[in-house]
């Protein structure tokens, strides 16, 4: 079956850690994308990526940085730099259609708690 | 400054009864709008898409209309049941930009 995958479903990290959250698709799709989600607030971009070796950096891009090698994968890292890490992490993906239209097909998610 | 809200943060309805939820958002022309469903600890899944020209969509017990004069968006469940409890989310597409979603509303219907 066709989809994405994100990993791990749960993590958690210890101050002064790097963590890195996988997602990969079998869609076959272009564009790929990190959200965020905090209670009571919508999704927000962290990290876009609309082709193979190229990604630009969405709303809230500070403390985290990501890689395209290639068009299947699309892994997060929440670096030291993110002061507030406790999130629900999304990723997405979608046939790069433009303003064409197309919608979002979504991971499961992946929860971080910073202890 | 540009906003996106959803009319309330919890809507309980009795079963059988018509959800509408609202989506109103400022200072975006957005190309179309999506609606998405959101159970706890899922991802969001996809449900109507209505671009800027169009008034009305529909997909089984699920109506969406889209006004761009009142920049409003809603989103109707007919006959509804306790397997519609749920966040609904919207997001807007701006031409050029990416997706850009509300808070979300959770839906809860009470049998």
């Known amino acids: 079956d066709g989809g994405i995958t994100q990993s791990p479903k749960y993590l958690f990290r210890k101050e002064g850690q790097n963590v890195t959250l996988s997602c990969e698709q079998n869609l076959n799709h272009d564009a790929m994308y990190w959200y965020r989600q905090d209670p009571g607030q919508g999704l927000r971009l962290i990290y876009y990526s609309q082709i193979v070796n190229d990604f630009q950096k969405g709303d809230i891009a500070e403390g985290y940085s990501v890689s395209r090698e290639k068009k299947e994968s699309f892994p997060l890292t929440v670096t030291l730099a993110q002061k507030n890490p406790t999130a629900f992490y999304l990723c997405?993906?979608?046939?790069?259609?433009?303003?064409?239209?197309?919608?979002?097909?979504f991971g499961e998610g992946s929860r971080l708690t910073v202890l | 400054s540009q906003k996106i809200e959803q009319n309330s943060e919890a809507l309980n309805i009795q079963e059988g009864k018509t959800a509408t939820l609202t989506c109103n958002y400022t200072?975006?022309?957005?190309?179309?709008l999506q609606w998405y469903r959101q159970d706890p600890g899922r991802g969001p899944v996809f449900l109507l898409l209505i671009r800027e020209n169009e008034k009305e969509k529909r997909k089984e017990r699920l109506k969406v209309t889209f006004d761009t004069t009142l920049k409003q968006s809603l989103f109707h469940i007919t006959a509804s049941q306790p397997a519609d409890s749920a966040t609904y989310l919207c997001?807007?597409?701006?031409?050029?930009?990416?997706?850009?979603f509300g808070p979300g509303t959770r839906l809860s219907v009470l049998p």
């Open positions: 200072n975006y022309s957005p190309a179309y």
């Open positions: 997405a993906s979608r046939v790069n259609t433009g303003d064409m239209g197309g919608e979002l097909f």
């Open positions: 997001a807007l597409y701006n031409y050029g930009q990416n997706f850009v």
